[in-house]
């Protein structure tokens, strides 16, 4: 059973500053792998989507790395926002999406 | 087309009743999620369907759930006998696959939610 986990499940930064979010799964048989933002009470909004085949995704401030062999992606947010506050989702697709319990990003002005 | 739409998007019942929600997918799209989500975790998988045809279903899944996508379109969730434990945002996505000639990523979208808070 795939597992799905992120880390550090919170965190705070000041503003402008560059941070990593980290995601790690046990079964590296994945058709891809999408990061999500989730604002309270919203939905999911897609942020970047890697297909197994790649390595990397850039979308403005942020980048997404997959490392298929060792299991871990990484999403890079550069130059920190107080509106990039919110909880990031990382999911990978085997036949549907397997979530992580997300990390709670703060960004303080 | 404006992307996944979901109705009701809050639902408060009393113990015991019946609950159905709603979901339109984005138009072209060939799959239909449902997760449920509860606070402070990730979304979990419920059941999907490609087209009309439900393909698997998790076994979070109980017998008072049931789900249906009759003409490959929208699609309908309904909780029967409601419980406390079902309190919790009801999430639906599209995706399109399997196309040949178009490029599919199986980019997951998601509706903004249904709320189920059971007295």
């Known amino acids: 059973k795939q597992e799905v986990t992120q880390i550090p499940a919170a965190l705070s930064v000041p503003e402008g500053e560059n941070l990593v979010l980290n995601c790690s799964f046990t079964d590296s048989a994945i058709y891809n792998l999408q990061w999500f933002r989730q604002d309270p009470g919203k939905g999911l909004t897609s942020l970047l989507l890697i297909q197994s085949s790649q390595r990397e995704q850039t979308s403005g401030r942020l980048n997404a790395s997959l490392d298929k062999s060792s299991g871990r992606s990484t999403l890079y947010i550069a130059a920190s926002q107080p509106g990039d506050s919110a909880t990031y989702l990382c999911?990978?697709?085997?036949?549907?999406?397997?979530f992580g319990s997300g990390t709670q990003l703060t960004v303080l002005p | 087309d404006t992307g996944v739409s979901q109705n009701p998007r809050h639902k408060i019942t009393k113990r015991g009743q019946n609950v159905t929600f709603r979901c339109d997918p984005i138009?072209?799209?060939?799959?239909l999620y449902w997760y449920r989500q509860t606070l402070g975790q990730g979304p979990e998988f419920l059941t999907y369907?490609?087209?009309?045809?439900?393909?698997?279903k998790s076994r979070l899944l109980s017998d008072r759930f049931s789900a249906e996508r009759p003409k490959g379109s929208f699609s309908t969730l309904e909780i029967q006998r409601t419980e406390q434990g079902d309190s919790a945002m009801y999430l639906c996505a599209s995706s399109l696959v399997g196309l040949a000639g178009v490029v599919n990523t199986g980019e997951l979208f998601f509706g903004e939610g249904s709320r189920l808070t059971v007295l």
């Open positions: 138009s072209e799209h060939n799959r």
């Open positions: 369907f490609q087209n009309e045809a439900q393909l698997e």
């Open positions: 999911a990978v697709s085997n036949r549907q999406l397997t």
